[in-house]
């Protein structure tokens, strides 16, 4: 079994030299074409999913529809995913040195946005690649500053995912 990524690390494909993607970017935001009915009394939020080519020769990929799955919460719910927002890579050819990035735009209810998972499953060349997740929060960088300044040991948890995650989100790292 495979470790799931954390929100930011970038995931190598050893069967796709030098083809690499992550999830980053997770962060409160309200859809560009409006609010869905269906997400009334949700909250909203995005997370972008980037396609890095590092090799020598380009590959075509998707990262549609279906291709994404989004859970929320502790018991791993189901997000609402707002496919009519969200921006999607539909047969693109990434060459070397090239990026492609999609934007999904999901809700859930607030009290649940502190447990993200993202899975995605990339089709390059026709080929389905192995699931990989990518696990993280809304809100969890505010939350374990706050508990750090109100006497937190410094050696504590808490302590240690506030610096990893403020080390994650530093300008350049996103």
Not at 30 to 42: C, F, I, K, V, Y
């Amino acid at each position: 079994m495979y470790e799931p990524n954390v929100v930011g690390d970038w995931h190598e494909y050893e069967e796709h030299a030098g083809l690499r993607v992550r999830v980053h970017r997770l962060e409160a935001a309200e859809p560009p074409r409006g609010r869905d009915d269906a997400a009334a009394g949700l909250t909203y939020f995005s997370v972008r999913v980037t396609v890095e080519n590092r090799g020598a020769r380009h590959y075509g990929i998707h990262l549609e529809d279906g291709q994404i799955d989004v859970r929320v919460g502790p018991d791993g719910e189901a997000a609402f995913v707002d496919w009519r927002s969200s921006q999607f890579i539909e047969g693109f050819d990434v060459y070397p040195l090239r990026r492609a990035t999609a934007v999904l735009y999901a809700a859930a209810p607030e009290a649940d946005l502190s447990h993200v998972d993202v899975q995605v499953q990339l089709r390059v060349e026709e080929e389905w690649t192995d699931r990989r997740l990518w696990a993280g929060g809304i809100g969890l960088l505010e939350a374990t500053a706050a508990t750090a300044l109100t006497g937190t040991a410094q050696g504590g948890l808490a302590h240690q995912v506030s610096a990893f995650l403020r080390d994650q989100t530093e300008p350049g790292t996103a």
